[in-house]
């Protein structure tokens, strides 16, 4: 078989092509456990000079396939997959210094994806064992769950088969569910019935669209929360999803009050952008611009007691990074209405 023609036959048959991908990923894998058999090779690695190594790896198997070394290429920057192969072939890198083939993985938007690259391995290293081994195979094929915490991450087991993924889980096929429209709504349509289906067999509750009974299932409706918890709630979803809210963008915000704290709200835009026209201090404004002055004070106090730091760092790592934290959140709101020129300074004055 003629060397270096890897993008001319998948042209011309994709399955070919990722035949010889899969074969490539294995050669590479078998290639880095006898490195790390042998030698101290890997031992030390961060996850970085992990990716570096990969790709030292993969270009030495490039040999006898239909790969060629400058096929191989480390993204830069943060970019989805770690390293792209022949412009239409990717792989992603993750480790662990613990001895488990367990991770918490990538997230579940994947709006840094590299244009054209459809398929994609995965490449584990086990660093915390002895000797250090590394495991490869199909991206979706080793991912089992989303975590609940913070953003959405898929949570990686490279042991699992494949009718334990999450993909299996939810009914849908990995590529349908990353290039769907929405694929935010597919999780929470899977975790409220996951919710639902462990309550019931935790304990006889009745659940329907109208009435919540369960203690770890909340149907956010009048009565539900006092005002306080309601405000609480609200200033966080503020923090987190400033640019998303302000326009009408409740995908995310929805997503993390189900996954975070089992908590369903159907009717999102009354919390913040129902009502016409107000006015203040001469200025005609959206509704909204009310609730967020009332609601800047609990903004500024949950900043500075640093109480949800980690949901920051993963939904609004911007804000995360920021020196004045307040004041820059202060500002990622003020841009959303550039119309309301004195709205920065309102918040700033709180």
């Known amino acids: 078989m003629e060397t270096g023609n890897i993008i001319a036959v998948y042209n011309k048959n994709k399955q070919v092509a990722l035949q010889e991908f899969d074969s490539l990923m294995h050669k590479t894998s078998a290639y880095m456990n006898e490195t790390a058999r042998n030698t101290s090779h890997y031992v030390g690695c961060d996850s970085k000079l992990l990716e570096k190594e990969t790709v030292i790896a993969m270009k030495e198997q490039c040999k006898y396939t239909l790969f060629k070394p400058d096929d191989i290429q480390l993204i830069s920057g943060q970019r989805f997959p770690d390293i792209v192969a022949a412009n239409h072939f ?10 488990k083939w367990v991770s918490t993985g990538s997230s579940i938007v994947e709006s840094t994806r590299v244009e054209n690259v459809n398929h994609i391995y995965m490449l584990f290293g086990k660093l915390g064992g002895n000797p250090v081994e590394f495991k490869c195979k199909p991206y ?3 991912l089992y769950d989303i975590a609940v915490t913070h953003s959405p991450r898929y949570l990686i087991d490279m042991e699992i088969s494949q009718d334990k993924t999450i993909f299996s889980k939810m009914g849908i096929e990995y590529d349908k569910f990353r290039l769907s429209e929405n694929p935010i709504n597919t999780v929470r349509t899977y975790y409220l019935k996951k919710i639902k289906e462990e309550k019931r067999t935790a304990m006889p509750w009745w659940i329907s669209d109208d009435t919540v009974t369960s ?3 909340r149907l956010w409706k009048v009565g539900t929360f006092d005002k306080e918890e309601q405000n609480l ?3 966080k979803l503020l923090i987190l999803f400033p640019s998303e809210i302000c326009n009408s963008n409740y995908d995310r915000a929805t997503l993390w ?8 709200n159907t009717h999102f835009r009354d ?14 404004c959206p509704a909204i611009i009310k609730r967020i002055l009332n609601l800047a004070p609990t903004v500024k106090q949950l900043l500075s007691e640093h109480k949800i730091s980690h949901d920051i760092e993963d939904n609004n790592p911007d804000l995360f990074y920021a020196d004045d934290k307040y004041a820059h959140w202060v500002l990622q709101v003020s841009k959303q209405y550039p119309q309301i020129k004195r709205l920065q300074n309102w918040l700033l004055e709180v």
């Open 271 to 284: 919390l913040f952008t129902a009502g016409g026209q107000i006015q203040i201090e001469g200025y005609y």
């Open 257 to 264: 009050l189900c996954v975070r704290h089992s908590i369903i």
């Open 140 to 142: 979706q094929n080793c």
């Open 215 to 217: 203690p770890t299932l």
């Open 90 to 99: 990717g792989v992603e890198v993750k480790s662990t210094k613990e001895n």
């Open 233 to 235: 709630y609200k200033a």
